[in-house]
């Protein structure tokens, strides 16, 4: 496999329900980010890693809880979510360093939907 | 703060034409890189143009070119010579240090 990929492509969840979505990256990129698409709205980014440090939660609920054990694996844990956090979910890499960077890659997305 | 402004919802075009999506950002920094990503059904953002700021020339990939005014913070997508796979959502993005800020898209349709 190359590139970006994330499972599962389509969740459907309770409210009360515990799921992880899942991206790993075959790049070689050093940092990994979550967005959120929603209808009509722009990207917004929710959590960024760098050298699987986390460098940006963007004010996200706690119902959403990153994970990156390495650099190619970044987990999103989902509990108790609201119908409000039904969205396309995207994961992204891209390498970043001092001596340059890539544009980010991204991957299909996860079709989240709370019901 | 970093905003990016894609002002067209939709947009149409015959195939074969040429079609432009626009694209304004705000910033108070002098150096970063704006971006034209394209999202088709599968949902797969996919690159399709870069530009530097500091680039005063236009940015071309095959079909695909930018009008990039500096000063009036405007980062235009002109497709030339349409096809029905250009077909998609059309996203217009700021790069801030290791992170996009992006618009709402514009969503583009082509009629054979």
């Known amino acids: 496999e190359t590139g970006v990929t994330q499972t599962p492509r389509h969740l459907v969840m309770g409210m009360t329900n515990k799921k992880s979505l899942k991206c790993e990256q075959h790049?070689?990129?050093?940092?990994m980010y979550w967005y959120k698409q929603s209808a009509k709205k722009p990207l917004e980014l929710m959590f960024v890693y760098n050298f699987k440090e986390q460098t940006e939660n963007n004010s996200v609920p706690s119902r959403f809880s990153p994970e990156c054990p390495n650099s190619s694996h970044l987990f999103l844990h989902l509990h108790t979510l609201q119908p409000e956090d039904s969205a396309l979910y995207l994961c992204?890499?891209?390498?970043?360093?001092?001596?340059?960077?890539?544009?980010?890659?991204f991957g299909q997305g996860t079709r989240l939907t709370v019901v | 703060a970093q905003t990016v402004t894609q002002s067209q919802p939709e947009m149409s075009v015959q195939e074969a034409e040429t079609v432009t999506l626009s694209c304004t950002y705000d910033?108070?920094?002098?150096?970063?890189?704006l971006f034209w990503y394209k999202q088709p059904p599968s949902r797969q953002m996919i690159l399709v143009i870069r530009q530097e700021a500091y680039k005063q020339q236009n940015a071309t990939e095959n079909r695909f070119s930018v009008n990039f005014q500096k000063a009036a913070k405007s980062f235009s997508l002109k497709i030339s010579d349409s096809q029905l796979g250009d077909a998609a959502m059309y996203f217009c993005a700021y790069r801030r240090v290791d992170k996009l800020i992006f618009g709402t898209g514009t969503r583009l349709q082509v009629f054979p």
């Open positions: 910033t108070s920094e002098s150096d970063y890189y």
């Open positions: 790049l070689g990129h050093n940092a």
């Open positions: 992204a890499s891209s390498q970043e360093g001092l001596q340059g960077w890539t544009e980010a890659f």
